[in-house]
């Protein structure tokens, strides 16, 4: 394959750009030039410009002004003064949209369906200083390119300079979805930490916000029609969400090119319900907790219940209004059928209605998935749904592979399109020991720590034949909160999940050795920005990139 | 299962007290006391050092500020009704017994280790009658006051204990060194990260701050006779500890009861010192740095080089001197056999004085421990300098067993005192993954993460006889900072350092008897946890915040 060959051979000679994820075609040069002091982003060319893509020029300039990251070598630049001081200026970014016709913006072209969203961009940036140029289809294409052309920079004592024009890049996604998981019901995290990881993923052009909102020990969501819940569920008045948080939350995140994807998970996970509503609940903080949960406390939806099962599908249709998304997750993970066994509610609904545990499921997740098709959703489930129960799913429903990237092959010979959420690779709370008390000596259930390395290493499509890799849809990093909260969300979350933000977008297959000093980048520009992303070796190895690899 | 079900019973009503950690001696009522607007505390001492007014400001602050609600379901929200009519407290009265003499908290915290008075006695009664807390040093009264600091809660602005009567008799360390060292060599950290650090160690009885403070990545000290070395050596001109900063630090650990013990790794370690000397070092960034080193960059002081040891004892003595602790680290650990072996410098000074690499890391050590003892400083070492060489080191030399736990018995066996730093207990960087690049798919070399409940098992007397026991100083946690910054230093430290202080500040036994456990210290960890938080130290959750406010309801068992 001759094109190939001749990319393999354009990034052999410029190994150094810092774009994270590295874009799927370009070139670099090695022409210095620098920012004009009057440098600016000329958006005149698209008529009635969005609100929102005004508003990312804006903070494309900010960050070009304000980053001040210097180059990840031993001199910092220094050395490049006089290259840099007699550099050509760039004057202007000339931004333009390839199509004609009426002119969405980022915020709902960011909320499309999954599969239909455009996000390629053509960024050129000119050795000889005329204008760069960033071209796309759509809005949510020209943010994506943005993004690129913010990480091309660095600083020398107030100069903002590249070593490496020209630049010519062509660049899309290799799959549609590619997200961050954040669970706000162990430990609570305040709008303003999700808003900072927004724009941490956005840097890395993460395209969904699965916001694991709700669970056992909490329910932060205040839901027009069931505030009972957060009222009487939420760790405080104080942690809460309310509708107006959420409507923030969701239009900061398109703004930001990300689709907020939220999971409201039933019937477990759902202890907490109890507090307002103890008759939807069975087994509600039974011990031991060990044989009605995998974590405490238990308690569950009672799904063979009617009652219950209007209640969840009304609760389901109330929280998946409050989001823009297509998509909403109904959870479905870690079922516990011995609380169902041991509850004598439930036991009784099942006499009644002669139905087996697993027909009742069916009934119950075929009421809230047609509850959630009511109000033009589709629905999310993990991977148990498909695997373990026999449930009736729309053909359209997206699962979850969590428990083992060894389960993706079964889940895709079942026909439904997935998302890669492996523990085995992207679970980032892993390795940091037991949480559970009384328990000396244990470690986390997915030790060891996933490593980038690891989930940069990781292959969508491995044992998967060529028409199932077509039901790939991406794939994320998780977090559970069990150890985590503001304290610790950003060094436990970045670099990290920087990672298969790449692996997603430009396709798997990266050599770490290559990544790691693009991901130092990453982490030194997310310092800059505020976000506390911890350092990956020490400062003397990401200054001198290979000098720390194992074999050096 | 009846007994069980007593068990559930008795435990549920009875919630602990948030101290950490917990003083060797404890009585605890179930009143609670609030303290009044007008609340003092009152220093009956002749000529009150500063830093010991300091300290009862910053403890008045704490008690203002912290406003710490109580982990239990409601928040404390249930005694609301009962603060109402319940007893106030109008002060605490602190005092020094028998006519002990004012000297300053910084004073009595840098005495030798094993002489330092660290004990103190508090009562909080319950009458309405003021609080009493007296100790022999202003350093034992620095302690109880930050005992007194964790007794209190908040409940809508009013600041209360719910466990009084409180009568602690003479609350006084198991173990004088209790530790937490950080590497501020392949990371940098600003001096304000420092102070954070030193005031968290403060709250739970930490009292030395193990600095190690450069290595081969970096030389961010400034030593004056030596300024070339941080000038060359450092990251960068503003990432450097002024001789002033140093200072600084040093004052501020004092006034917090912590001795400032650093460190200069010799003769490994010393890479960054190459930039300003190359004529020290041998293997400089010699490749492949597997060969030479335990991690890049490769390169350690020529120890054969008779102007090398002068220059090595030199700098020593220049920074010793500025410090004024007793204690100081010459390190001593990973000396790589093989850079010496290829550097025909070293070869050279070898057979032109007819010794072997032992006898020359002898002549080498004994000059740079006598620029110590000149000083009237106690050399510090790890534990290589006593199990894998054949170095005559001064009997009172203070070693560090970090490699394994298994070790302590034999270098005890060799009458040498020690601290406790083993990698399989204590060392915070573990399992995290590695800092070396092209290693898709290692794990960190001290694999798995060392959770609070692991340190908190570690017993410092296993398997030393009783004269091996008395030679344990005490034990510290400690970070290497290959993967640490200040991004993530107080998540990845804290409050996973807190245990190693109770493990040596409470000893074996909990106040009732009861050997030491995790089952009791988590719902007290969780509570030094959110004091934490509350004071601007993002330590990081044990658990799910529902869980912290249920003892108990999170157990393995429950």
């Not at chain 1, 669970?183 to 709008?191: E, I, K, L, Q, S």
């Not at chain 1, 199932?468 to 670099?495: F, M, R, Y």
């Not at chain 2, 602690?168 to 198991?174: E, G, Q, R, T, Y």
């Not at chain 2, 009997?395 to 060799?414: E, G």
Request: glycine share 6%; charged share 15%; net charge negative.
């Amino acid at each position: 394959m001759l094109p190939l060959v001749a990319l393999s051979v354009l990034v052999a000679v410029s190994p150094a750009i810092a774009v994270w994820p590295l874009p799927r075609q370009y070139s670099t040069g090695t022409t210095p030039l620098r920012l004009s002091p009057a440098f600016h982003i000329d958006l005149s060319g698209i008529h009635g410009a969005p609100q929102d893509l005004v508003a990312a020029v804006a903070r494309t300039s900010n960050y070009l002004r304000n980053d001040k990251l210097q180059a990840l070598v031993p001199d910092r630049g220094a050395s490049s003064g006089n290259a840099i001081r007699g550099a050509k200026s760039l004057n202007s970014l000339t931004v333009s949209l390839t199509t004609s016709g009426k002119v969405r913006s980022i915020s709902e072209e960011a909320v499309d369906d999954v599969e239909s969203r455009v996000e390629s961009y053509t960024l050129t940036v000119p050795a000889d200083g005329s204008p760069a140029s960033l071209k796309a289809n759509s809005t949510l294409g020209l943010f994506r390119g943005l993004t690129t052309f913010g990480q091309l920079w660095y600083d020398l004592n107030g100069a903002t300079y590249t070593l490496e024009a020209p630049f010519n890049i062509v660049d899309s996604p290799a799959y549609p979805y590619r997200g961050f998981m954040l669970d706000t019901a162990r430990n609570y995290f305040p709008v303003a930490d999700i808003k900072r990881t927004l724009d941490a993923m956005s840097w890395v052009k993460i395209n969904t916000f699965h916001w694991h909102v709700v669970d056992s020990q909490s329910f932060p969501l205040v839901v027009p029609g069931y505030t009972e819940l957060s009222q009487k569920g939420a760790y405080s008045a104080a942690q809460v969400y309310t509708p107006a948080d959420v409507k923030d939350i969701v239009q900061y995140a398109a703004a930001r090119g990300i689709d907020v994807m939220a999971e409201i998970d039933t019937p477990g996970h759902t202890s907490i319900i109890a507090k307002a509503h103890p008759e939807h609940i069975a087994c509600f903080e039974a011990s031991p907790w060990t044989q009605f949960a995998n974590e405490p406390p238990a308690g569950q939806l009672r799904l063979a219940s009617s009652a219950t099962t209007n209640f969840t599908t009304g609760l389901l249709k109330a929280a998946a209004s409050m989001f823009q998304s297509k998509l909403f997750s109904t959870g479905g993970d870690e079922l516990n059928a011995n609380c169902y066994a041991k509850d004598n509610a439930t036991q009784a609904d099942l006499a009644a209605q002669q139905k087996t545990l697993e027909q009742a499921l069916d009934t119950f997740t075929q009421a809230t998935h047609a509850g959630l098709r009511e109000v033009g959703k589709r629905a999310v489930v993990w991977e148990e749904m498909v695997l373990d129960h026999q449930v009736t799913l729309a053909n359209d429903t997206v699962a979850l592979v969590w428990i083992s990237s060894e389960h993706v092959a079964s889940v895709a010979q079942k026909g439904y399109k997935l998302v890669h959420a492996a523990s085995d690779y992207f679970y980032l709370d892993c390795g940091g020991g037991g949480w559970v008390g009384q328990n000396v000596l244990g470690n986390s259930w997915c030790d060891p720590f996933k490593t980038w390395q690891k989930s940069y290493s990781f292959n969508p499509t491995a044992n998967l034949t060529a028409e199932q890799s077509k039901l790939v849809l991406g794939g994320q990093h998780l977090l559970w909160t069990e150890q985590s909260g503001p304290a610790n969300l950003d060094p436990i979350v970045w670099p990290r999940a920087a990672s298969s933000a790449e692996v997603f977008w430009s396709g798997p297959g990266g050599d770490v050795g290559k990544a790691l000093p693009r991901l130092h980048d990453v982490a030194f520009r997310f310092q800059q920005r505020g976000v506390r992303a911890i350092p990956l070796q020490p400062l003397w190895c990401a200054l001198r990139a290979g000098k720390c690899d194992l074999n050096a | 299962m009846l007994p069980l079900l007593l068990i559930s019973i008795a435990i549920a009503p009875c919630s602990v007290l948030g101290l950490w950690p917990i003083p060797r001696n404890l009585q605890t009522g179930t009143t609670l006391v609030k303290l009044p607007s007008t609340f003092d505390i009152k220093v009956d001492v002749n000529n009150p050092p500063q830093d010991l007014l300091d300290a009862v400001g910053r403890t008045k602050s704490y008690l203002q500020t912290d406003k710490l609600q109580r982990l239990a379901v409601g928040r404390g929200a249930n005694d609301s009704a009962a603060l109402g009519t319940a007893p106030t407290l109008p002060s605490l009265c602190i005092s020094l017994l028998n006519s002990a003499p004012p000297r300053p908290i910084a004073v009595e915290a840098v005495l030798p280790i094993g002489t330092r008075s660290e004990g103190y006695s508090l009562t909080v009664p319950s009458d309405g009658s003021s609080a009493v807390l007296t100790a022999s040093s202003t350093l034992g009264l620095f302690r109880g006051l930050t005992t007194f600091g964790q007794l209190w809660y908040d409940n809508s602005g009013t600041t209360y204990t719910y466990q009084a009567p409180v009568k602690i008799v003479n609350d006084s360390p198991a173990f004088p060194y209790r530790g937490f060292m950080l590497d501020t060599a392949r990371n940098f950290f600003p001096v304000s990260d420092i102070k954070r650090t030193l005031d968290a160690m403060s709250w739970v009885k930490l009292n030395t701050f193990h600095w190690h403070v450069v290595d081969s990545q970096s030389f961010p000290l400034d030593i004056p006779a030596f300024p070339e070395l941080a000038s060359k050596g450092a990251y960068s001109s503003s990432e450097i500890y002024s001789a002033a900063n140093v200072k600084d630090i040093v004052s501020y650990a004092g006034a917090r009861g912590i001795d400032v013990l650093m460190e200069i790794d010799t003769p490994g370690h010393t890479t960054a010192i190459a930039a300003s000397h190359p004529e020290h070092i041998a293997c400089n960034q010699a490749s492949p740095w597997s060969s030479f080193a335990n991690e890049p960059p490769a390169g350690q002081l020529r120890l054969a080089s008779a102007a090398t040891a002068s220059f090595t004892a030199q700098l020593i003595s220049s920074i010793a001197q500025t410090l004024p602790s007793t204690l100081f680290s010459t390190g001593g650990d990973e000396l790589n056999i093989n850079c010496y072996v290829r550097d025909p410098q070293t070869q050279a000074d070898l057979s032109k004085s007819g010794r072997t690499l032992e006898q020359a890391l002898n002549t080498f050590t004994q000059s740079t421990h006598k620029a110590l003892t000149d000083l009237g400083k106690t050399p510090v070492v790890w534990e290589e300098m006593v199990l894998e060489h054949a170095v005559t080191l001064p009997q009172n030399t203070v070693v560090m067993v970090w490699i394994s736990s298994q070790h302590a018995a034999a270098v005890t066996a060799k009458n040498f005192r020690i601290v406790h730093g083993p990698s399989d207990y204590f060392y915070l960087d573990c399992g995290t993954g590695e800092s070396i690049g092209s290693d898709p798919f290692a794990n960190s070399w001290c694999d798995p993460f060392k959770t609070w409940q692991k340190a908190y098992t570690f017993d410092p007397l296993a398997n030393l006889s009783t004269a091996q026991q008395s030679l344990v100083l005490g034990g510290q946690q400690l970070l290497w900072t290959e993967q640490s910054s200040p991004e993530n230093l107080d998540s990845i430290v804290w409050p996973r350092a807190a245990t190693s202080a109770e493990v040596f500040w409470t000893g074996a036994t909990l106040p009732d008897g009861t050997a030491r456990n995790v089952d009791a210290a988590l719902p007290r960890l969780h509570d030094i946890r959110y004091r934490m938080v509350r004071r601007g130290v993002r330590a990081i959750a044990l658990q799910p915040h529902f869980c912290a406010l249920r003892p108990g309801v999170c157990d393995l068992h429950a």
